[in-house]
């Protein structure tokens, strides 16, 4: 049961222009949503996360924005820059609970020059 | 400053061989301890966390096991590698308590052979 699910294996934007990786997630528990940045061979990096009780949280050009009712959160980069292609994953964990974090399976981004 | 150790970065290990990974963390104490693994061309799967000394929860029934003998020492094994068991292991950290995010280790890609 996969319950934090990224739809789109892969995306391609030009350089300048705004990037936008989907995440949908089942578990009404998830309060905490995450996320990360990962090269090939490297662990991944954290890069923004956001809270239920927000819709919206930005760091530069990075934005997440949370729509809990239709469970879905969204990653907004502007203007995308090459440096950015990378594989995306969003996660998800429950507060109050066990802590853990369930990733999805990850969107591959390309920023073309 | 917080850091994550993780060892060694690539293994090569023959079909029903034991498995150790070594992950050790500085700069914190306490703290929640993850291991995912990515398998090839796959997102990040749960294998293990940890919320303290000698607490192991398992999140998919597989060929291996975890320990966590110290307290920011976190240590994945096998009694004997299956070639399923190939992918890039990552161990990662958190704070004790929810709604922070996880740091993860540089990886481990280990290949059965």
């Known amino acids: 049961d996969q319950q934090v699910k990224q739809n789109s294996p892969s995306l391609s934007v030009q350089e300048g222009r705004i990037s936008i990786l989907n995440c949908d997630y089942t578990?009404?528990?998830?309060?905490?949503f995450l996320w990360y940045k990962k090269y090939p061979a490297e662990g991944p990096t954290f890069l923004i996360s956001i809270s239920s009780i927000k819709d919206k949280n930005e760091d530069g050009r990075f934005t997440v924005f949370l729509n809990k009712s239709a469970k879905h959160l969204s990653l907004h980069i502007v203007p995308s820059q090459p440096g950015d292609s990378a594989v995306y994953f969003c996660?998800?964990?429950?507060?109050?609970?066990?802590?853990?974090?369930?990733f999805g399976t990850g969107t591959r981004l390309k920023v073309l020059a | 400053s917080q850091t994550i150790h993780q060892w060694p970065a690539t293994l090569v290990q023959p079909v029903g061989s034991p498995l150790s990974l070594e992950c050790t963390v500085e700069g914190t104490s306490n703290p929640n301890l993850y291991w995912y693994r990515q398998a090839a061309g796959r997102g990040l799967q749960l294998l293990f966390y940890s919320v303290g000394i000698g607490q192991i929860s398992s999140e998919v029934p597989q060929n291996l096991s975890a320990s966590r003998p110290q307290d920011r020492q976190f240590i994945l094994s096998s009694k004997k590698l299956l070639l399923s068991d190939s992918g890039f292991y990552l161990c990662a950290w958190s704070s004790l308590g929810g709604g922070t995010e996880a740091f993860f280790g540089q990886g481990t890609r280990l290949t059965v052979v």
């Open positions: 996660a998800a964990s429950a507060t109050s609970g066990t802590y853990k974090y369930i």
């Open positions: 578990n009404s528990m998830f309060d905490y």
